[in-house]
């Protein structure tokens, strides 16, 4: 446990990810509301903080496999997305928890795989703006 509290206490900010296509299968693991307990409560417990505590810590839901998606997402699209496959309760709780919440649509493959970076460029510019103002990012 010592190992995890260090983490979360040098933590700048929460990339979630999520897989679009899971929904269209028979067979949804684990959906994203039932990852985000587990991960709140051990955040929460590590970090000392209450359960309902508003964080400043910057988190960004992350849809992954846009490519495969059809049609594909926008990044606007993602949090409409969630809430028409039933995780509507999962948006409020996270717009809730976290005061700067940002929906990303991304691709590992091909020419748009750039867009896998731009979860982290929005963090990181919460960190070190001028860091993200030096760098060239689309």
Same mark, same amino acid.
């Given at each position: 446990?010592?190992?995890?509290?260090?983490?979360?206490?040098?933590?700048d900010?929460?990339?979630?990810?999520?897989?679009?296509?899971?929904?269209?299968? #028979?067979?949804?693991?684990?959906?994203?509301?039932?990852? %985000?307990?587990?991960?709140? &409560?051990?955040?929460? =417990?590590?970090? !000392? *903080?209450?359960?309902?505590?508003?964080?400043?810590?910057?988190?960004?839901?992350?849809?992954?496999?846009?490519?495969?998606?059809?049609?594909?997402?926008?990044?606007?699209?993602?949090?409409?997305?969630?809430?028409?496959?039933?995780? #509507?309760?999962?948006?409020?709780?996270?717009?809730?928890l %976290?005061?700067?919440?940002? &929906?990303?649509?991304? =691709?590992?493959? !091909? *020419?748009?795989?750039?867009?896998?970076?731009?979860?982290?460029?929005?963090?990181?510019?919460?960190?070190?703006?001028?860091?993200?103002?030096?760098i060239?990012?689309?």
């Amino acid at each position: 446990m010592a190992d995890l509290q260090e983490y979360y206490n040098y933590t700048d900010g929460i990339i979630f990810t999520f897989d679009p296509l899971s929904f269209k299968r #028979e067979y949804l693991r684990e959906a994203p509301h039932e990852v %985000f307990e587990i991960f709140h &409560y051990m955040f929460t =417990t590590i970090r !000392g *903080t209450g359960p309902s505590t508003q964080t400043d810590m910057p988190f960004a839901v992350v849809a992954t496999k846009n490519d495969l998606v059809n049609p594909r997402l926008s990044d606007d699209g993602v949090r409409q997305f969630l809430i028409d496959n039933g995780e #509507e309760n999962f948006v409020m709780v996270v717009e809730s928890l %976290f005061k700067e919440v940002k &929906y990303f649509a991304v =691709t590992a493959h !091909g *020419t748009n795989c750039a867009s896998s970076m731009k979860p982290v460029w929005w963090i990181a510019g919460h960190v070190d703006s001028k860091l993200t103002e030096l760098i060239l990012v689309e």
